[in-house]
C-alpha cells in the first residue's frame, strides 16, 4: 500500500512538471498552429506596423508556441509592447503609449521575464526567446527575429517557475528637482543641474555606467544601443560624447546620476536646441538602457522671457512671473522655473501655482491656482510621462506690493505729527 502512495506521489509531481509553462520560440507568419498563440499581428516580417489582436487589417500573426501561455493581462503575466492605435500603430516598451497593450503569460503559477537587448542576441543560455525586433524604444516598427532585416534591439523573454533573482534594467529617464521631463515637454535651461534616472529589478548595489552624448543623427533618425555598450545612429550621423561617464551604485531599485547642462550648437540632426541621451550599461552584464532626449536651451535668448525681459539678471520684469537667479517670486518652498512658473517637488507630487491675481474685492488678498501632479517612479510606467493624476485647486493668497494700514490716510499722518509736536513741547517746557 505504501508502494502505491509513493508511486503516486511520484507520477503527480512528475505530471505538474511536465505540464508547466514552457516557451519553445516566436515567429512571425499568416497562422499560428493549434498549440501556439497570437501575441499581436503585423502586416509583414519586416518593417512592419502593428494591430492588436481584435483588429482585421494584417493577416501576420506573433506567433509563440508551448505550453500553458496566454496572451491576456493577469497575474503571471508581462507587458511586453504597447502600440500608439489599435491598428497601423507603431509600438513602444518605455512608456511614450499607455493603451493597446501586448502581453504575454502563463496559465499556471509560472512567471513571465523579458527584456530588451540591444547588445546582444537573447539568451538561449538562460532559457531565452526572442519575440520580435523592433527598430528603437518607441515610435518603432517590427521584424521577425529570423530576418535578415531584423533590427538590433530584441525582445528576449523566459519562463521561471519563481521570479527572476537577477538583475534586470526596467527603465531611464531625465529629471530635475521638481520635474520629470516627458516626451514633448522635454527642454531644460543652459546651465541646470539635472539627474539621469535607472531604474531596476533586483539590482541593489549593482554599478552602472552612465554615459551622456548629444546627438548629431539626422532629423527622425533613430538611435540605438550598439554591441559595445555605447549608443549610435542607426542611419546618418553621429553622436558626441560629452563629459566623462560615470559609474554609479544602484541604492534599492534605482541608480541616479547627475549633470549640469550644458548648451552646445546643433551641428546637425534636428537643429537646435541640442538633444542629449545617456546610456547606462549594468557593468556585471551587457544589459543597456537608452534615456529619451533632453534638449538643452542656449543662455540668450532665455525661455519663459518675452517683453523685453531676461530670465536670470535677477529682476522681474516683462512677462517673467519669477527669476531663478536668485531664486526669487515664488511662495516660499517654491522654485521658479524658466521665469514663467514656480513649482516645488514633495515625494511623487509636483505642485505648480500661478502668481497671486486681484480678485477685485478692494483687499490686498487674491487667488492662485495650484496644478497638482502625481507621478509614478515606481517599476510600473504608468501613465505616459509617468503621471498618475492631476488636478487643480485654487487658494487665497496676500497680494504682493507694499501692505497698507487700514483707516491711515494723509490726514491720519499730520494728525500723529501734531499730537507728537505738542507732547514734545510739553515734555519740554517740564525740563525747564
Known sequence: MKFLIYFFVIFLFFSINVNAANLNSCSIKTNCSPSEISLFKVDGTENAHAELNSQTVYSYFVCCGGSSLSNIPGTNSYNLLNLSDPTNAHVSYDGTYNQNSVYLGTTDASSISC?????????????????????????????????????QTKVCCNIASNPPTSCKLIKSYWENSTYIYQPGNNLEYNNELVSGVLLGENCDGQQVQFSISESDCQPSDDIS??????????????????????????IGNSARMYWTTTYQSDAAGDGDPPEFYFVANLISTTQSNLSQELRVQSSSPPPGGGGGSTCGDGTISGSEVCEISPNRGC??????????????????????????????????????????????????????????????????????????????????????????TIFYLVRHKKNK
Open 225 to 250: 544601443i550598439i554591441p559595445s555598450g555605447s549608443s549610435a545612429c542607426n542611419n546618418a550621423g553621429i553622436l558626441n560624447p560629452v563629459g566623462t561617464p560615470q559609474t554609479i551604485q544602484f
Open 331 to 420: 511662495l516660499a518652498g517654491f522654485n521658479c522655473k524658466f521665469c514663467n512658473s514656480c513649482e516645488k517637488l514633495s515625494g511623487n507630487t509636483i505642485t505648480t501655482t500661478t502668481p497671486c491675481m486681484d480678485d477685485g474685492n478692494g483687499d490686498k488678498f487674491g487667488t492662485r491656482t495650484e496644478n497638482i501632479t502625481n507621478y509614478d517612479r515606481t517599476l510600473n510606467p504608468g501613465q505616459p510621462g509617468y503621471v498618475i493624476s492631476s488636478s487643480l485647486v485654487t487658494k487665497t493668497c496676500l497680494l504682493t506690493g507694499s501692505l497698507k494700514v487700514p483707516f491711515f490716510g494723509w490726514i491720519n499722518a499730520l494728525v500723529v505729527i501734531v499730537l507728537l
Open 115 to 151: 527584456n530588451y537587448n540591444s547588445v546582444s542576441n537573447c539568451n538561449s543560455n538562460n532559457s531565452e526567446v526572442c519575440i520580435v525586433t523592433i527598430s528603437g524604444i518607441n515610435n518603432a516598427h517590427v521584424a521577425d527575429c529570423s530576418s535578415p532585416n531584423a533590427y
